[in-house]
């Protein structure tokens, strides 16, 4: 590194005055570039990272809804079984017809 540092400084102080100005303009305009560069690269690198968080969130919310949704399948299942239907309706006092009549309404 202190090779590059005395050429680029000894090139600068016995070279051309037309030619010094043009090598420290490129020289500015190489760093900046490269500056520039790797900022994007963090940039887009931390914006990544950032939606692969979200992403791994959303996928852990998804995994949650559908065990929530399975075990309101199971509760659904369990409450319209004949079985619980049937202690569901004697627990409110329904006993079972004695002599059904049906209506004719054909009209004949």
Same mark, same amino acid.
């Given at each position: 590194?202190?090779?590059?540092?005395?050429?680029?400084?000894?090139?600068?102080?016995?070279?051309?005055?037309?030619?010094? +100005? %043009? /090598?420290?303009?490129? *020289?500015?305009?190489?760093a900046?570039?490269?500056?520039?560069?790797l900022?994007?690269?963090? @940039?887009?690198?931390s914006?990544?990272?950032?939606q +692969? %968080? /979200?992403?791994?969130? *959303?996928?852990?919310?998804?995994?949650s809804?559908?065990?929530?949704?399975a075990?309101?399948? @199971?509760?659904?299942?369990?409450?319209?079984?004949?079985? %619980?239907?049937?202690?569901r309706?004697?627990?409110?006092?329904?006993?079972?017809?004695?002599?059904?009549?049906?209506?004719?309404l054909?009209?004949?």
């Amino acid at each position: 590194m202190s090779d590059f540092i005395a050429w680029a400084s000894h090139g600068s102080r016995h070279g051309h005055p037309e030619h010094d +100005g %043009r /090598k420290s303009l490129k *020289l500015t305009i190489l760093a900046v570039g490269v500056v520039l560069v790797l900022v994007i690269y963090l @940039v887009l690198t931390s914006v990544t990272a950032a939606q +692969g %968080r /979200k992403i791994q969130d *959303l996928q852990g919310e998804i995994f949650s809804l559908q065990q929530e949704n399975a075990q309101i399948e @199971v509760d659904i299942a369990r409450e319209v079984s004949i079985p %619980r239907l049937m202690t569901r309706v004697h627990e409110k006092g329904y006993v079972p017809a004695e002599a059904v009549d049906f209506l004719d309404l054909s009209g004949k």
